[in-house]
């Protein structure tokens, strides 16, 4: 944690605070809504977490090309942990966009609406990303694989959202246009902080997750080499490849030889 | 459809918020166990031969 966590703390801190502020901006600052009301308030909750959560995907696209280009297979890591965490922060998005759907409209899931079944369909791609990924044992093909989808399904997320703004029929709101929208100045300041603060939480949990990725391959590592200096007597033969497998940061208990 | 009174809409809205701080707690402290698992049995295996003797 203390080598691999590096700037670690500072990046937390700074979300912390960022997510208070976006917080208090939102309740004490931000006026009520004329026309929703009360409930507008999910809005700085829900918009940001779908831009960071997009961003993060097409990003893990962008790290992707990265590890296609040099071979590095940290960049392949670095994208399998922005997709994990975009996914989570999709579940969020449709939990908190389905809240603010039976405030506004009445229902939970509106199915003719282009922006929710877009999203939707955003998301369950990438659901078919792990299991993609971890159904392939050979490390190195897995990192491939798992890079080309990452790319195709990155490239995939601009484009949708395209298709869906030359849509015509709109019943979800568009606060974010070309000419700025109609968000008076206090709404739009409390937005662009909850989308700093979203960005820094991302970036918080992405580098927190990668420092439990790192951990855990230095810990593989580690155990083969004890295993080796133990003279393979008796040493466990289920020595964990180097690289990123699912099970393997939950599962990393060493059991030693006994007697050995 | 009309905006709801403050005391529904406080329910809907305190709905996402929490849902959103859980969503972060239990991913971090998911995140936060297994890393400390991890650096435990680190510091152990870090130790030259403490770990295979026993």
């Known amino acids: ?260 | 459809m009309p905006a709801l009174p403050l005391d529904e809409a406080g329910r809907y809205v305190a709905g996402a918020y929490v849902a959103f701080v859980m969503l972060v707690v239990f991913y971090v402290v998911i995140i936060g166990v297994k890393v400390s698992r991890m650096e435990r049995e680190l510091e152990r295996l870090k130790q030259p031969g403490e770990h295979w003797r026993r």
């Open chain 1, 1 to 260: 944690m203390v080598v691999y966590g590096k700037g670690l703390r500072p990046l937390a801190a700074s979300a912390t605070v960022a997510v208070a502020v976006a917080f208090s901006l939102v309740f004490f600052y931000a006026p009520m809504d004329a026309d929703q009301g009360f409930v507008q308030k999910i809005f700085y909750l829900h918009v940001p977490m779908a831009i960071v959560a997009l961003c993060g995907f097409v990003a893990a696209g962008v790290m992707a090309i990265r590890h296609l280009r040099s071979g590095d297979r940290s960049w392949d890591m670095r994208s399998y942990v922005a997709i994990h965490l975009s996914i989570i922060l999709g579940v969020g998005v449709l939990v908190t966009g389905s809240i603010w759907a039976k405030a506004s409209w009445g229902h939970w899931w509106v199915w003719d609406e282009p922006t929710l079944v877009s999203f939707l369909i955003v998301f369950l791609l990438y659901c078919t990303y792990p299991p993609l990924r971890f159904s392939i044992e050979d490390a190195e093909r897995q990192a491939r694989c798992a890079s080309v989808f990452a790319i195709t399904a990155g490239a995939f997320v601009p484009f949708n959202f395209l298709a869906v703004r030359l849509a015509e029929a709109y019943t979800h709101p568009r606060v974010l246009s070309a000419t700025g929208g109609q968000m008076p100045g206090s709404m739009r300041l409390t937005f662009l902080v909850s989308l700093v603060a979203m960005a820094l939480l991302f970036t918080t949990l992405w580098k927190l997750e990668l420092t439990a990725k790192n951990l855990a391959r230095e810990l593989r590592g580690l155990r083969r080499s004890a295993e080796r200096a133990a003279g393979g007597e008796g040493a466990p033969a289920r020595a964990a490849p180097d690289t990123p497998t699912r099970g393997a940061a939950v599962t990393a208990t060493a059991t030693p030889p006994r007697g050995s």
